[in-house]
C-alpha cells in the first residue's frame, strides 16, 4: 500500500462562508452555501440540483476547519459548467525561507491568489499546445537543440536525439536531482536555477544518462526548456504570451509569475493564480479547450496532452505534463487527468461525471490528504446511493478462518464497545480490506485483518491473525512483516479509519461496519 452526522442546516445564503480565521479554533457550525455569483465568467450552482450528495461535503467542511485535515486552503468543485462548491480556509502562505515553508498566517478568500507550485507545469504545457495552434512551433518530434544553437557545443549525438515530446513527457534522459534532494537544499538542480548566472545553459549541460524516450524521471529543467522555446517562437516573454492567449480569453485578472531572471520565466512552479482561476483552467481542458464558446486551446492538444504516455501501472501515467489517473470506487471507475503541485495543489478533472474538483493548500513539510479527501469525501459525494459491495471485498481479501466476535467485557466502556465487530472497506487505490475484532478489552484485541492485491503488483492478497494492543485513547495497533496499522473511531461517523505505514510508504484504510450479517464468517459459504 503506498502514500500517498451532524445534521446539515441549510441556509440560504449567497456569500461564500469560512472557516474563523483564528488558528486552532474548532468550528462546529460552518455550513457550505451556494457559490457567489460574480462578474468573474463563472455560473454558479448548487449541490443539490447538480446531484450532488451535501452531506458528506458537509462533513469534509466540518474536518477541514477542526484540523482534523490540517493545511487544506480551498475546496471547489465545478460540476455540468457551473461552479458549485466553493470553500475557503485560513492557513499560511508559501515562504520558501520560512521554517517548514510557513509564511504570513491569514484566511484565504476568492480574491487571494495561491502558490499552484508544479500545476504551473500544466499551464505550462496548454501555452505550448497554443503555440502550435498558433504555428509558433511545428510539432513535438522538433529536436530540441534545433531551438539553441547558441549552444550546440553542449549537444552530442544522444542529446540530438532528444524532442520536445520528450520533454513534455520527462523522458529527456538529462541527469537532474530534483526528486532525490529536499528542495530546502541549493544543491537541488531546481534551486540551482535561481542561482547559476544562465539557467539554460545549466540545463542543457547536463549529462545525457538515459536514451531520450525509455526514462521517466520528473525534471522541471524540461518544463523550463518548454517555456524557453515559447518565447524564442514567438518572440513573447512567457508571461506575456500566456496573457495575451491564455488568461485575457479566460478573464483571469490577478496573477504573479516567478522569474528567473529578468528574461527567463520560471515556466515550471510557483505561478499564483485564484482558485476560481484555477478552476476555469481544469474546465478548459474537460471542455476540449472552449471557454464561453471561445476556442482557447485545440482538442486535439488537449486529448495528447491527457494520454498517457509513460504507464507508471494499469492505472497511473503522465502525458504532456499532465498526470493520468482512473479512481476506482467500490464498482465503479472514474478515469481522470489532474495538475498536481507540492503543497497538495490539485485541478483534478473528471470528464465521465463533467467535473472538476480544485484543492489547494499548504502541506510542504508533511504529506498532503487529498488523495484521502478524495476517495472519502468528494467522489462518493456524486453518487448518493454509493455504498462498498461486501461480497465484491469478501472475495478480493478473504480471512480463511472462521471466527465468532465476542460482546466486550468492558461493556460500561462505549468506545470499546463501538470498536468491536466486523469492518469492510477499500484502502488507497481501492484495496480490498476486511478487519474483524473478535475480542478486545481496555488493553488488547484479537484481530483478523486481510488485504487484496495491489494494482500495481506490489503484493498479493493475503491475511493475519494477531494481537493488537489498544491504548488509552482507544486506538488499535499491530504490526506484521515490517508493517505498522493503526485503527480510531472516526468522530463524524460510524467508520473506523486505518494509517498502514511500511518505510516511507504510507497508506489511509476506510473501513465501514457490517451491520445486518451474521457475525460468523465461514469461508465455506
Known sequence: ????????????????????????????????????????????????????????????????????YQNIHSVLIVKDGKLVLEHYFPGY????EAKDFKGEYTQFNSTTIHNMASVTKSITSILFGIALDQGFIDNVD?????????????????????????????????????????????????IQLFLVPDPIRYILSKQIIHQPGSNFYYNGGNTNLLGEIIQKTSGIRLDEFAQKYLFDPLGIKQHKWIYINPDVVYASGDLKLRPRDMAKIGYLMLNNGVWQSKQIVSPEWIAKSTSPYVRFNTDEGYGYQWWTRTYKLGNVSYPSFAASGWGGQNIIILPELNAVVLLTGGNYAAPAPN???????????????????FEKIKSEAPIAETFQIITPSDALNSSITKLSGHWFGRGDFSIADQLVIENIDSTEASVLYSWGDHPAGFFKRGWIKTTAAVDSTFKLKFSFDSASLTFELDKYEDVLVGHYKKGDALSTLIMNRLENKTNIYDRKR
Open 1 to 68: 500500500m503506498r502514500k500517498y452526522i451532524f445534521p446539515i442546516i441549510f441556509f440560504i445564503l449567497i456569500i461564500v462562508i469560512y472557516c474563523s480565521d483564528e488558528k486552532n479554533t474548532s468550528i462546529h457550525n460552518t455550513v457550505i452555501s451556494k457559490p457567489t455569483q460574480t462578474d468573474d465568467g463563472w455560473e454558479v450552482g448548487n449541490l443539490s440540483s447538480s446531484g450532488i450528495d451535501s452531506t458528506k461535503l458537509q462533513i469534509l467542511v466540518n474536518k477541514i476547519c477542526e484540523d482534523s
Open 93 to 96: 502562505t508559501f515562504n520558501y
Open 142 to 190: 522538433e529536436t530540441l537543440f534545433n531551438f539553441f544553437p547558441q549552444y550546440a557545443s553542449l549537444n552530442n549525438s544522444l542529446k540530438s536525439q532528444i524532442t520536445l515530446q520528450h520533454l513534455l513527457t520527462m523522458t529527456s534522459g538529462l541527469q537532474w536531482n530534483e526528486q532525490d534532494i529536499f528542495y530546502g537544499e541549493t544543491v537541488n538542480d531546481i
Open 371 to 389: 488523495n484521502e479527501i478524495m476517495y472519502r469525501y468528494i467522489l462518493p459525494s456524486f453518487d448518493v446511493n454509493f455504498n462498498y459491495n
